[in-house]
């Protein structure tokens, strides 16, 4: 059974910076990324990053936010600068292999104006 877990969630004011981690229990992932879900809005897509290690992200966190990962750990990453009120979401790790999705149960960031 694969679990994902997320952390590095919390309160920041704006401008600044988190870092969010996703550790997983194991097995190797096509695609692992990062979700998000602010209140009354549907989740959304963040960014991705394949097994072989390309990149997407969403228009609205180009430039600000970086996905990496670290396959010796089963960790990804999601490395938050700049971040902004708009950004105030539960954010969601997540995973996919042979057509299976796989999801953490999410971590709350708070962006004070």
């Known amino acids: 059974q694969v679990q994902l877990v997320e952390s590095g969630g919390g309160l920041v004011q704006a401008g600044g910076s988190l870092r969010l981690s996703c550790a997983a229990s194991g097995s190797i992932f096509s695609i692992m990324g990062w979700y998000r879900q602010a209140p009354g809005k549907q989740r959304e897509l963040v960014a991705t990053?394949?097994?072989?290690?390309?990149?997407n992200y969403a228009d609205s966190v180009k430039g600000r936010f970086t996905i990496s990962r670290d396959n010796t750990k089963h960790m990804w990453y999601l490395q938050m600068n700049s971040l902004k009120p708009d950004d105030t979401a539960v954010y969601y790790c997540h995973a996919a292999i042979l057509y299976t999705n796989y999801w953490g149960k999410g971590t709350l960031v708070t962006v004070s104006s």
């Open positions: 990053i394949s097994s072989g290690g390309a990149t």
